[in-house]
């Protein structure tokens, strides 16, 4: 009998460790334990609604609630979204689902109360991707630190914005900051503090916290800012034309009365979801991936951002918060797998390679400046395999460093002396070399997979060779540092000295097997960039302000 109830007795302590209720604004929610860490996760939280049907391009609609405990175990869903052939390493479960709008909180093993709270946007070029798809876990390794990853909507159905009451634009930044106001809301109960609050993203993440950092609606829901690899003066951030974005898309899909914008809308509204995700945009030869963020007409009613991110920089116009900001040595890698395609089309036209973001007087001028910028990366030599190198430098300045670079001058020329700006180098020696050389490069965003665990928890990480554990470990002590106090080294660290950026460009922080400060970040190519864009910068625009409608009587 003293057997039975001693084994009863143990099962129920077994069980209870298992399993985590915590009280929310939402209702009881109730969490388990992850089988590979010291962790609790409470999957598949919805923060917020989707509108569907004909509604579906607009802001989100406030979250559920219950009174009954919520059982937040992951059911795998994702954003409606392009098919992309899933790797061997990711779930085969997926599912689809309009009503994507969930968030997943991962709670250290603790007591503890008033934890620091991480909130991570995942990236995908505003078309792929979903919340659970990057996870920190071996940064909880202190048990100091709550993670919040969450889906958002994603290519037209999140970025459609046709300046109409019905498309507005934005939707899925609007997501974004429904998910932020739910933690404000709700972290309490998992253990987080917030007013504690770390906004953080890679790629297309990066670019979104980049502009949350700078829309009045997100103001006061976050207090420290890490964009990994993106920035709000991308030409893939924020649509230049977003209203003829939108008509180029519609007449590739046979539909021609574009010009009627009620016309226009219609045809949206009433697109079968399979419809909106079927291109991935991917091959664009003008860095864009066609839908992203825009700026929305100023109907003073909920958007998310109705001036552009550069004026709003130059302006100061904008809370100034603590900025980790940086990327990979060479982020245009990410286009290395179209090199062999693409160096023959630059030869032949390389004006289609220039981002939207730039305008011309004639085609003349166009060629001219196509040709200027050519010269600039590949000399007077055709793109060729004996300068590919030039070509990685070409792409990298496009997407990421010329526009983070820029912007990290004008926070400090506004008056922000808490960035800190680096640059991410090491690779290991079982990386590739880059075709047709003998040089290795950090691929995009691979600093974000120094702090980042993947999709499941890298058991396998004690494998790799001492050099890589040891640069995982550091970026992790200074994302943690960071998260904690708002600088990566903060007085008294062992680490070396990083002051903040300045007006000049310096410092920044080199990180690589050893970190080392250093002057000014890409000086000559980032020279280069301000003579092209003093001259020939397009502002993005609003759609413009749609007729009234004809009422029939």
């Known amino acids: 009998m003293w057997t039975v109830c001693v084994l009863f007795l143990c099962l129920s302590i077994v069980v209870a460790d298992e399993w985590r209720e915590v009280e929310t604004a ?26 569907v049907g004909e509604d579906k391009f ?68 505003f078309i792929i991707g979903y919340g659970d798809m990057m996870r920190a876990l071996r940064l909880m390794d202190n048990k100091d630190i709550i993670v919040v990853t969450f889906n958002y909507r994603l290519s037209i159905h999140g970025f459609l914005c046709l300046g109409t009451e019905d498309i507005p634009g934005n ?8 998910l932020l106001r739910w933690v404000q809301e ?32 997100a103001e006061g829901l976050f207090h420290r800012v890490i964009p990994e690899s993106g920035g709000n003066l991308a030409a893939f951030t924020v649509q230049t034309d977003p209203l003829e974005n939108a008509k180029t898309q519609a007449r590739k899909w046979n539909f ?68 980790l900001y940086g990327f990979a040595n060479m982020e245009g890698l990410m286009r290395i797998d179209q090199f062999e395609v693409w160096k023959q089309k630059m030869n032949e036209k390389f004006s289609d390679f220039l981002p939207p973001n730039l305008k011309f007087d ?13 010269k600039f990366y590949f000399g007077d030599k055709p793109v060729g395999n004996d300068n590919v190198l030039g070509y990685v430098d070409f792409f990298s300045d496009v997407f990421f ?35 047709h050389t003998k040089t290795r490069g950090a691929n995009h965003c691979a600093q974000t997979t120094a702090v980042m665990d993947g999709n499941f928890f890298e058991k396998n990480e004690t494998n790799m060779s001492e050099k890589s554990q040891n640069i995982k470990k550091t970026v992790r002590q200074l994302w943690h540092n960071f998260i904690k106090t708002g600088k990566p080294v903060p007085e008294g660290s062992s680490l070396p000295a ?14 690589d097997e050893k970190l080392e400060l250093r002057g000014v970040l890409l000086e000559e190519r980032t020279r280069f960039w301000d003579g092209i864009y003093q001259k020939y910068y397009r502002d993005p625009v609003p759609p413009p302000e749609p007729p009234a409608k004809h009422v029939e009587l």
């Open 26 to 51: 939402q209702g009881p929610v109730r969490g388990r334990k992850h089988p590979d860490a010291e962790v609790y996760a409470f999957y598949n939280i919805p923060y917020a609604k989707s509108p």
């Open 58 to 125: 607009k802001a989100p609609l406030p979250p559920p609630t219950w009174s009954d405990p919520y059982e937040a175990v992951n059911e795998y869903v994702i954003c409606p979204q392009f098919k992309m052939e899933i790797p061997e390493f990711m779930p085969k479960h997926l599912v689809q689902h309009e009503q994507c709008l969930i968030a997943n909180v991962y709670v250290p093993d603790t007591d503890k109360k008033n934890l620091s709270v991480y909130v991570y946007v995942h990236g995908g070029a």
């Open 171 to 178: 939707a899925g930044m609007k997501d974004q900051v429904a």
């Open 186 to 217: 709700n972290i309490a109960g998992y253990g987080g503090n917030p007013e504690d609050v770390t906004l953080a993203g890679g790629s297309a993440g990066s670019a979104s916290v980049d502009l949350l950092m700078l829309s009045k609606s």
């Open 256 to 323: 021609t009365n574009v010009d009627d914008i009620y016309a226009l809308e219609k045809f949206y509204k009433t697109a079968p979801m399979r419809l909106l995700t079927s291109d991935p945009f991917f091959d664009r030869t003008d860095s864009t991936f066609l839908f992203s963020p825009c700026v929305e007409r100023d109907t003073g009613d909920g958007a998310f951002l109705t001036e552009s991110p550069l004026s709003i920089l130059k302006k100061g116009a904008y809370r100034k918060l603590p900025v």
């Open 362 to 374: 004639s085609d003349e001028e166009r060629e001219q400046v196509a040709k200027e910028i050519k």
């Open 401 to 435: 460093t010329y526009p983070m670079l820029v912007a990290a001058k004008l926070h400090a020329e506004a008056g922000n002396d808490q960035v800190y700006l680096y640059e991410f180098s090491y690779v290991d020696d079982a990386t590739p070399f880059i075709p």
């Open 498 to 511: 990083w002051p903040a950026v300045g007006a000049d460009g310096s410092p920044y922080m080199s990180i």
